[in-house]
């Protein structure tokens, strides 16, 4: 057992990634825990590693926010917890530890029968996410009967309800509507409703307000954060969105090319990171309250192909640090070291010249 | 009213743009009504009794007259009625068009509606279960059938059926129309035909859309929901899928009301199809005007069905 002490203060935490093969499957006792997650795709062009070797800790009533450009796994990684990834083509290796019970290594039917009763999931564009033919109250019963065995109507009586408590006006009424005559921000809030009516202790939200207008997404945010106050579960918020995460996460795992930069809490994310790919995400985010002369600092480079990853550290070709410690970052991976209690990175330069180049360099410009 | 536009565009059509196409003369119509070597009297009082030659706008207008209210031909010696839709006499047989279609209409329904059940079923599971196993044996066995279907025409599959079931292994009497009205089986070998190029057609068709259909988002939402895979492949693949299949149907359908030409060939049935085809080959112009009316009719009927239908089947038409 080479796992960790994360310290009492950090509830959700992380579990070391040789750790998680040493133990085997010994059931955890965090609610959730992910350990050395690898999720790959083999393909004409290649093995693509949409995740190799992720591992965290969640625990009830706590919000995990997964941040990564476009491509880095993090969608990949919520869809392999519900087991909703393309069983025909990807091969998935390590363990996945909900509330004591294994996934990766779960029959389908059994993953099946967990799906919207324990975990369940909020969709990025909600039009394209509910079918057109059902009216929304409908998808909301099939997803209430399908895990409780009560009458249609006790379950539509759930859905009006369900729909009343995301805040959609005259719910008895709206709840035969079609998914096409409710506004963007409606159909999340019946998407939200959908995936709230068994009650799951945890929720994934996979972008749930990318698709949605400004003054929406503050609503929705607010409304995830509530319910998950309400029902006391554990969400894990997937986004690009730093603003999203800062709003409503208590940890923040930073990703890239399916593995882990940096592990942090969110004040740590963000007054004391330890990742130039963290500094990199803060650099480009927007803010309402600088100069609009000052322009972003958007990282260099694109996203790497997930079929030929860089060797070493994934995140060397786009560093601007990488020479501060003489090449070892193009040749030798970083492991993800626990700097503080908490706060996990995985970067060869030294804990000190990452501390300088932050309050030196990256700080200031922010 | 659009329906009716398209109607009367396509009896102008075929009535003013055949015959002068053809360049067939007052004469030459006069003669075929006639028979052999007619003296020139005969000819004239044909023509005068038929107005062909009056203007052809006139002649239009007798010819939609006839279809609305009816029409009397008058010889001088004899009446003759012609109750409302009257699509005049066959210059060959000197029987009522109207009639001929209404006695052989009820033959080429059963063999469009009997064929479109048979296809409709096969197609479509064929094409599900291709989608399901995809790359599979039996998904590419599938398709190189259905591959084979829509290439092979009915007059190939249905001469090598007749050849081999009705004359080599005398499976199946041969084909009879007599029985056709006690013994709708009498047309299961053309049934079967036709079926074999349409489903072939449709298990194509739905196979892709079935794929596509499963890569849609609402259907991971089914599966994040925890829904059985049965519920989520034929509660919500199917329904989106079929959608657009059913368009396809009702034109299909609607096309082979109007005659299966080829298939009724084939098979020697006395269907629309046969009737049409016979009045082209006799320039029996009468006849040809009905038919081709006629199967305007069936497919302009099928688009509005189809039409109405779609509103049923998809929210999103409806309130729009």
């Known amino acids: ?366 | 009213m659009g329906l009716l536009l398209i109607i009367s565009a396509v009896t102008y059509a075929i009535f003013f743009l055949v015959p002068r196409a053809a360049g067939v003369s007052s004469d030459d119509i006069a003669g075929r009504f006639a028979g052999k070597q007619p003296d020139a009297v005969t000819l004239a009082a044909i023509k005068d009794r038929f107005g062909f030659d009056d203007p052809v706008p006139v002649q239009y207008g007798k010819f939609i007259k006839g279809i609305v209210v009816g029409d009397t031909y008058d010889t001088g010696t004899d009446k003759i009625d012609c109750p409302a839709p009257c699509m005049g006499y066959s210059f060959r047989t000197n029987q009522s068009v109207t009639e001929q279609i209404v006695d052989r209409a009820p033959i080429t329904f059963m063999i469009a509606l009997g064929a479109a059940v048979l296809w409709v079923i096969a197609g479509v599971s064929i094409g599900v279960l291709s989608a399901l196993r995809r790359g599979t044996i039996i998904d590419r066995a599938a398709m190189a059938v259905a591959l084979a279907g829509v290439s092979l025409p009915v007059f190939f599959t249905g001469l090598l059926s007749l050849a081999f079931v009705v004359h080599k292994w005398q499976l199946l009497p041969s084909v009879n129309y007599s029985d056709i009205g006690d013994n709708p089986f009498n047309l299961i070998l053309p049934w079967i035909c036709l079926a074999f190029l349409y489903a072939a057609l449709y298990a194509r068709l739905t196979r892709a859309g079935m794929l596509e259909t499963m890569n849609e988002d609402f259907i991971r939402t089914a599966r994040a929901k925890g829904l059985p895979e049965r519920t989520v492949v034929f509660k919500h693949g199917l329904r989106a899928t079929l959608t657009p299949i059913m368009t396809v149907f009702g034109l299909d359908v609607g096309l082979l009301l109007g005659g299966a030409i080829i298939t009724e060939k084939t098979f020697s049935i006395p269907g629309l199809g046969q009737l049409a085809l016979d009045g082209v080959y006799q320039s029996d112009l009468p006849v040809v005007l009905g038919a081709t009316l006629t199967a305007a009719l069936f497919i302009v009927l099928a688009n509005l069905v189809v039409d109405i239908l779609y509103g049923v089947v998809d929210p999103r038409v409806r309130h729009s």
């Open chain 1, 1 to 366: 057992m080479a796992r960790r002490n994360t310290g009492g203060k950090h509830a959700a935490g992380l579990v070391d990634d040789v750790g998680a093969h040493v133990a085997g499957r010994t059931p955890p006792s965090a609610f959730l825990e992910v350990r050395d997650l690898r999720i790959h795709f083999p393909t004409d062009d290649g093995l693509v590693r949409s995740v190799d070797g992720l591992s965290f800790r969640l625990e009830r009533g706590k919000t995990l926010g997964i941040v990564g450009e476009s491509g880095s796994g993090k969608s990949v990684t919520s869809l392999g917890i519900l087991g909703l990834h393309n069983r025909r083509n990807a091969t998935v290796s390590g363990e996945i530890w909900l509330d004591g019970q294994e996934l990766v290594h779960a029959s389908p039917g059994d993953v099946r029968a967990l799906r919207g009763r324990k975990m369940a999931m909020i969709f990025q564009d909600p039009l394209s996410a509910m079918h057109p033919f059902y009216t929304v109250g409908h998808q909301i019963v099939e997803a209430y009967r399908v895990h409780n065995d009560v009458s249609k109507r006790v379950a539509r009586k759930h859905a009006i309800d369900m729909l009343g408590r995301v805040g959609i006006p005259k719910p008895d009424k709206r709840v035969d509507d079609y998914p096409h005559q409710f506004s963007g921000g409606m159909r999340q809030r019946a998407m939200i409703a959908m995936a709230l009516s068994c009650d799951p202790e945890l929720l994934i939200a996979d972008e749930p307000t990318t698709a949605l207008d400004v003054t929406v997404q503050a609503q929705i945010l607010d409304l995830i954060r509530d319910l998950q106050q309400e029902f006391n579960s554990a969400v894990i918020m997937i986004t690009h969105d730093l603003g999203v995460v800062a709003e409503l996460s208590d940890d923040i795992l930073v990703m890239y090319a399916g593995r882990c930069a940096e592990y942090a809490s969110v004040d740590d994310a963000f007054h004391r990171p330890l990742h130039p790919y963290t500094w990199g995400l803060l650099g480009s985010m927007p803010r309402l309250d600088r100069e609009r002369s000052e322009r972003l600092m958007p990282i260099k480079g694109t996203p790497p192909s997930l079929i030929n990853v860089p060797s070493g550290c994934a995140f060397h070709p786009r560093c601007a640090y990488g020479e501060l410690n003489g090449g070892r970052s193009e040749t030798e991976r970083p492991e993800l070291v626990e700097v503080e209690p908490g706060h996990k990175a995985a970067c060869h330069l030294s804990l000190q010249q990452r501390r300088e180049i932050w309050e030196s360099e990256i700080r200031p410009k922010l």
